[in-house]
């Protein structure tokens, strides 16, 4: 009889074109091509008996070659991926979930049940239950970050901290691990905020074991609290995006018996054609000594404020190094929706929406 069970965890995956590189990005490279994985990658990947991730973008056979239509999105070719990678559940709880359209969300939901391929995080889900042997694992999926493109009420994927919050009092006894995947926080930030902080603790404080922390599209660090495990964000794991902090990634693996658990952090690095491969050094100490920094509410959104200023400068480089790699039409709605980016900003200033938290679940 098997006496463990075996589990890796990776970030955000991302098949489609990234809003800035729409032309150049993920989708349009490998609709035609076929990728070229790091085989060492792909052997540990294998040695699991699960891998999950965090499905950032819908998946459909009709995708419109317009800007907003063509951008974090990606053909069938993603379940094709998603198999060489031994990725066998996603999250599918996040902020892009609908961002193509509830029936688009829905086909995405066909494709991945057709590829044999587990989901986490639908609207009202029971847990997702995996057992081997004498071991049982409960495994859940929300998102705490708002609705960015749907504005009817979302029965669509899991949003709901009440909710969560009973599904973990009725099952904490019936499992011998439960696991939380949580889409939240603010982009390209390496620490959490005082809300994921206190969210995350009382989860844990109510049974859960582990946390893994999605959307911040960089890495954060792991918190060991009382007898649970917060990983805050495994970063991004496939993804056109070019800055080297948000190319700094891991696969987590967790090796689960039926008294204890043990984990490793293998670092990755995301390479030029937007793949995983290995990488020998990531200091992960250091990344987890930030999550203790004594910073105020205020230090705190001004360094939000400062990191997405930052992330829109490089971007902006990124861009114009490349510029000559678009295809023309593509350029000119690219560059269309940029001054359009940029007069919304003017016209909206103080009008800073991406600090927008979730009202329901702040104190």
């Given at each position: 009889m098997k006496n463990n069970i075996r589990i890796s965890f990776v970030g955000d995956l991302m098949f489609g074109d990234h809003s800035h590189f729409y032309g150049i990005g993920f989708r349009s490279k490998y609709k035609k091509e076929d990728p070229v994985y790091d085989?060492?990658?792909?052997?540990?990947?294998?040695?699991?008996?699960?891998?999950?991730?965090?499905?950032?973008?819908?998946?459909?056979?009709?995708?419109?070659?317009?800007?907003?239509?063509?951008?974090?999105?990606?053909?069938?070719?993603?379940?094709?991926?998603?198999?060489?990678?031994?990725?066998?559940?996603?999250?599918?709880?996040?902020?892009?979930?609908?961002?193509?359209?509830v029936n688009v969300y829905k086909e995405t939901l066909d494709h991945l049940k057709s590829a044999e391929i587990s989901v986490i995080g639908k609207y009202d889900q029971d847990i997702f239950k995996v057992v081997e042997g004498d071991i049982s694992i409960g495994i859940l999926g929300i998102s705490l970050r708002p609705e960015d493109y749907y504005t009817g009420e979302n029965k669509f994927y899991e949003s709901r901290i009440s909710h969560l919050e009973e599904i973990i009092k009725t099952n904490r006894n019936s499992y011998d691990y439960l696991i939380v995947n949580i889409h939240w926080g603010h982009e390209f930030?390496?620490?959490?905020?005082?809300?994921?902080?206190?969210?995350?603790?009382?989860?844990?404080?109510?049974?859960?074991?582990?946390?893994?922390?999605?959307?911040?599209?960089?890495?954060?660090?792991?918190?060991?609290?009382?007898?649970?495990?917060?990983?805050?964000?495994?970063?991004?794991?496939?993804?056109?995006?070019?800055?080297?902090?948000?190319?700094?990634?891991?696969?987590?693996?967790?090796?689960?018996?039926?008294?204890?658990?043990?984990?490793?952090?293998?670092?990755?690095?995301?390479?030029?054609?937007?793949?995983?491969?290995?990488t020998k050094v990531y200091d992960f100490d250091l990344l987890d000594s930030y999550i203790f920094n004594n910073v105020?509410?205020?230090?705190?959104?001004?360094?939000?404020?400062?990191?997405?200023?930052?992330?829109?400068?490089?971007?902006?480089?990124i861009v114009k190094r490349n510029i000559t790699k678009f295809p023309k039409k593509k350029l000119i709605q690219n560059l269309t929706h940029y001054f359009k980016r940029v007069l919304k900003r003017k016209i909206n200033l103080n009008k800073k929406t991406y600090l927008v938290y979730r009202p329901d679940i702040i104190k």
């Open positions: 085989q060492e990658l792909i052997k540990i990947l294998k040695k699991n008996d699960y891998v999950i991730g965090n499905l950032e973008n819908p998946i459909s056979k009709y995708i419109k070659e317009t800007y907003k239509s063509g951008q974090l999105i990606s053909e069938l070719y993603a379940l094709e991926h998603l198999k060489l990678l031994s990725i066998n559940i996603v999250n599918v709880a996040n902020n892009h979930a609908l961002q193509h359209g930030m390496n620490y959490p905020n005082k809300d994921q902080k206190e969210i995350a603790r009382k989860l844990i404080n109510m049974g859960v074991k582990i946390i893994i922390g999605h959307h911040p599209h960089v890495l954060q660090g792991l918190e060991k609290y009382n007898d649970g495990l917060i990983f805050y964000s495994l970063g991004n794991f496939i993804t056109d995006m070019k800055r080297e902090i948000q190319r700094e990634s891991m696969i987590l693996e967790i090796n689960f018996t039926k008294h204890s658990i043990s984990y490793n952090r293998i670092p990755i690095y995301i390479n030029d054609d937007y793949l995983p491969q290995l105020s509410e205020t230090s705190y959104i001004k360094s939000v404020e400062e990191s997405i200023k930052l992330n829109r400068e490089e971007v902006h480089k």
